[in-house]
């Protein structure tokens, strides 16, 4: 069973940074897409960054793009998400995740299949 973990949440200023690694416990296909989703109180899941198998595509939510920055090497099974200017409305659980369903960087939360438990990300102003 593959896990992914999450490190680097915490609490931070608005107009701060942050930066979010996650891992695979084993290494996954190189086919892989990756992606960040989050999950605001009392909100459902959203898409935060996506990031496909070769790490040269990215998509991002239109709340986030000029300020994070998904990246990873190529076919690794790794990603991270760098958060500048931060806001208090970026304040929510971060979730890992990856699909074994396609390599592009897909958007939507059916196309993953494996998890992390989350990270929380609070940003107080």
């Known amino acids: 069973q593959v896990r992914l973990v999450e490190y680097g949440g915490g609490l931070v200023q608005v107009g701060g940074s942050l930066r979010l690694s996650c891992a695979a416990s084993e290494r996954l296909f190189d086919s892989y897409a990756m992606a960040w989703f989050r999950q605001p109180p009392g909100k459902e899941r959203e898409i935060v960054a996506a990031?496909?198998?070769?790490?040269?595509?990215?998509n991002y939510a239109d709340s986030v793009k000029g300020r994070f920055a998904i990246f990873r090497n190529s076919g690794e099974s790794a990603v991270s998400l760098q958060m500048y200017n931060l806001r208090s409305e970026d304040t929510a659980v971060y979730f890992c995740a990856a699909s074994a369903f396609t390599g592009v960087a897909a958007t939507s939360t059916g196309y993953y299949t494996y998890w992390g438990q989350g990270t929380q990300v609070t940003v107080s102003s």
């Open positions: 990031i496909s198998w070769s790490g040269d595509s990215a």
